[in-house]
């Protein structure tokens, strides 16, 4: 069981960590901000998403685990509300030109 | 495996450092410096001073990152005439053999310390229990060391006023800031209402830890002025004209109350700040209540900015 559980997380947590290395690559090589943001936001969120997934089966107790997912959904939030108010600007700045 | 995470932590904490004094942009280094501050408290973690950490991501990265990005965008117009006037090779010559000079003493100072380095933890180890309470830090700051932690939250206070008497005659004693209007459907609106019933119970929660674990009044101070400073942000509530009394109150309450106790303390227990016997950890856990608020408000307001709007009618002499 342990090792099914070490399998799981170690392929969720490298799945997770693809998708950082994606979005970076994303937001270094995309041409402007709305892409650049695409990439990043995307990425991050399913790469925090995987990470917190894989790392469930190793913390000890239910009260750190549902603790990680709250941190996960935080993130989602936050990223998400962000890259929105981020992109309303650079629309706007893009509409001004 | 942990010494490349090391590594790596701590080759980014010297890239970023650089980054941030080589930018040409204000904005890029605030940036560089936010960036540095996070990268920072992971090495703190990993020096398993989480405390340090929480204060470094809270205070050092997030509340002086808000202010330094407020200040980079104020100084944004006069960037470019400020980039043409270049110091001259004197200046930028005495200026880097000043920072060599730091870095080098810095350095001698910290590879010359004797191993073991000099400590006081065994002796606080050893009196932690006169205190009551289980965090050494908190020990240290609010028993053993009380002095500094009385003049650190005094130094909030003046900071603040040393940012309120930046404002111009006409909003003095009015609301900090521009007006931000509320867009009851936006995005920003939504976060916040959704995001401060959270962050005022995670800051109550880092508050209330630190009598046992990492945690305490500042990180949760921190945390409690940015709940305050979203919804000023989104428009959900405005700031308070500065010249309220309550207002006033709310930030010297704090510093007052320990004060009151510290002088107490001369009579109760001969010494300024000193606990009687068995009254340590109640007497603590007032003072933290006390610079709670006042810390949570004051720290706020420093983001918040100069008063720029509704000041007291007449002062600016029309």
């Known amino acids: ?97 | 495996m942990m010494l490349a995470l090391d590594l790596t932590l701590a080759a980014l904490v010297v890239v970023l450092a650089l980054w941030t004094v080589v930018a040409r942009q204000t904005f890029s280094a605030v940036v560089g410096f936010v960036a540095y501050g996070l990268v920072l408290a992971l090495v703190w973690v990993r020096l398993q001073a989480v405390d340090v950490a929480l204060t470094e991501a809270a205070l050092g990265s997030g509340l002086t990152g808000a202010l330094l990005l407020a200040a980079a965008t104020r100084l944004r117009k006069t960037e470019s005439p400020a980039r043409l006037e270049r110091p001259s090779r004197l200046i930028h010559s005495v200026a880097a053999l000043v920072a060599a000079g730091v870095t080098a003493a810095l350095a001698i100072a910290v590879l010359t310390l004797p191993n073991p380095a000099p400590t006081l933890a065994p002796d606080t180890a050893a009196n932690i229990e006169s205190t009551g309470v289980h965090n050494p830090l908190t020990a240290v700051l609010l028993a053993f060391r009380a002095m500094d932690t009385l003049l650190e939250a005094i130094v909030v206070l003046f900071a603040l006023i040393g940012v309120w008497s930046l404002a111009p005659d006409r909003a003095w004693g009015g609301r900090s800031g521009p007006h931000h209007p509320l867009d009851p459907d936006g995005i920003l609106a939504f976060l916040t209402r959704l995001l401060t019933p959270i962050g005022i119970i995670v800051a109550m929660y880092i508050f209330w830890i630190g009598a046992d674990d990492p945690g305490g009044k500042f990180q949760g101070a921190a945390l409690l002025a940015a709940m305050w400073l979203l919804t000023l942000y989104a428009g959900i509530s405005d700031a308070p004209r500065t010249h309220g009394w309550g207002l006033r109150l709310a930030l010297v309450a704090g510093p007052a109350v320990f004060i009151a106790i510290g002088f107490a303390g001369v009579i109760t227990a001969g010494a300024f700040l000193g606990y009687p016997e068995g009254l340590a950890k109640p007497l603590i856990v007032v003072i933290e209540w006390a610079l709670f608020p006042s810390l949570a408000v004051a720290l706020a307001l420093i983001v918040a900015g100069v008063p720029e709007r509704d000041g007291i009618p007449g002062r600016d002499g029309s």
């Open chain 1, 1 to 97: 069981m342990s090792l099914v559980l070490d399998l799981l997380s170690f392929v969720a947590i490298t799945a997770g960590a693809v998708f950082f290395l994606a979005g970076t690559l994303g937001l270094l090589r995309f041409p402007d901000a709305l892409t650049r943001l695409h990439a990043l936001t995307k990425a991050d969120n399913l790469g925090v998403g995987l990470i917190v997934l894989g790392l469930l089966p190793q913390v000890s107790g239910w009260a750190n685990g549902l603790k990680m997912i709250v941190i996960w959904l935080l993130v989602l939030l936050a990223s998400a509300v962000a890259s929105q108010l981020i992109a309303r600007v650079a629309h706007r700045e893009s509409a001004a030109e």
